[in-house]
C-alpha cells in the first residue's frame, strides 16, 4: 500500500514490561486538513491489531473517551502487525497501517485520520436559525464515504427529549444560488438528531465509495437540511471561496461570513468501502440469534482490508471481549469456493453483567484476499466457541453459561439497505435486511 502522509506513525522502544510481550499504544486524533501534530484526540475509535496468517489471535481496543482522550493499547506478542482503525456509525474514515513492527516493550504509534474539509471550531455559531446550509469544499478523492456535522441547536428543544431528522448531501457547486445546483448521488437521514444546551455530540452519515461520485481538484459542497430551522457551530472565515451558504427562515439565500464545524472524507488514500455503514445509528433490531450469518457484496478493490461487524450476546454468555468468530471469504455467493485466508476476530463493546453488545472485526494483510472487482463475494462469520469454551462462564446475576455457540448481529438501520447483495443465516438461509457491517477494500491504484 502507498504510504499516507496524513498517518503520524513512530515505532519506538522505552521500556520492556514483560520478556516477550509487545505493546503498540498512542493516540488517536481527529481528521485535519492542516500539517499539524496537535489534531484533538478522538475517542470511540475501534482499532483492530492482525499478524499475516491465519489462526491468529487478533488484539483489538477502543480509544478512550475519557482522560487520557483518544489513547488505545495493544498487548501480544512481537512482530509485524497490520492495524485498522475505524468505527463505522462515526464520522471518520477507516485507516489502514501495514507493517507495523512491534518489539518487546513499548511501542508508540499515533494515528491521526484525514479528510478532504475539516473545522471543529465550537466557540460560536450561527446566531440566527436556518433552514439549510451548504457548506463548500474542494474533492481530494473520487468519492465521498463519511460526513459529520455538530449543531448548536435542533430546532426542537434544549434540554429536552424532543429532537428531528435531518438529511445530508452532496452537490456540484455550479453557477447560481444552491438551489440550483445538482445533487450528486443519493441522499441519507441522519434520524433523531437531539442536541442544544448539555446534548453536545457530533452526528454523521455515510456512503458507499462511488454513490457519490466527484472529479478531484473541484469544488463541491454538502447540504445539510431538516425541517425546522436549525443553527450550527462555526468559525469566522475571511476566504469567500469556503464560507457557507445559509438558508434563513424566511427562505432567502445568503453567503455567510462563516464556515460550518464539519468534516468530510473521500476515498483519496487507496482504500475503497464498498460497503458501508450509511445511517449513523447504532443497535438498531437484531437479525436473530445463530452460528454463522453471511453478506454478499459487490467488491470494488483487488484485496480485503478489513471487516467490522455489528453484534452482541446476552444473558448467560461471556461477554463479547472474550468470544471468537471466524470471518472468511465466499466466491460468487454463501455457498461458493474459499479465497484466501480466514482471519480470527475478537470482540469488543459494553458489557453490563448480563448483556454485551460492540463489534467483531478484524485487518487484513494486502493480498491474503484476493478480490476481482466487479464481483460477487460473500463475507461469513461464524463463531470459534464450543459448549465446553463457553462453561464454567457465571455472569454477574448468578447465572451459569447456556454453553449455546452463536451471537447476534445487527440489522442495518432503515432505510438503510444494499441493494446489491443478501444476508444469509446459518449460510444458507435468505433474509430480507442487510447486516449493519463495513467493509474496506485495498485498490489497486490510489487516486492520488
Known sequence: MPSICFVL???????????????????????????????????GIYVFGTQEGQSKLPLV???????PMGWYR???????????ATNPACFTRPIVLQDVHAETGQNKCDVGFHA?????????????????YYQPFIARGRSVTQVGFKLAHDGVDGFGP???????SICRMDAGQPKDW???????????????????????????SREVALEPGKSYAVCLKARLPFQAFCEPCSDAAVCCYRRGAKGAWERSGFRLWMSVATDDDGL???????????YGEFAGFGHKWSQTYVAQGDSLAGVVLYAAVGGTQPPLGRQRVAIRVRRD????PLVGVEKVALGNGNYTGDASWGVFGAAFVRGEVPLVAGTTYAVEIETLETPETLRGFVNLKGHASDERPGFNPYRKIPPDKYERGTAYRDGHDPVDFDLDMQIIEFVTRAPR
Open 9 to 43: 506513525l513512530s515505532c519506538c522502544i522505552l521500556a520492556d514490561d514483560s520478556p516477550g510481550q509487545a505493546v503498540i499504544s498512542g493516540r488517536i486524533r481527529r481528521p485535519t486538513t492542516q500539517k499539524e501534530e496537535t489534531a484533538a484526540p478522538l475517542g
Open 272 to 282: 475503497v468501502v464498498p460497503y458501508n455503514k450509511r445511517v449513523h445509528r447504532e
Open 182 to 208: 445538482q445533487r450528486i448521488g443519493p441522499a441519507v437521514p441522519v434520524p433523531g438528531v437531539d442536541c442544544g444546551g448539555g446534548k453536545n455530540r457530533a452526528w454523521s452519515a455515510g456512503w458507499d
Open 333 to 336: 455467493g454463501p455457498s461458493g
Open 116 to 132: 478532504d474539509y475539516a473545522v471543529f471550531a465550537e466557540g460560536d455559531w450561527d446566531r440566527r436559525p436556518a433552514e439549510a
Open 61 to 67: 481496543h477502543r480509544s478512550w473517551d475519557a482522560e
Open 162 to 168: 424532543g429532537s428531528q431528522d435531518f438529511e445530508l
Open 74 to 84: 495493544l498487548a501480544g506478542r512481537p512482530g509485524k502487525y497490520n492495524l485498522l
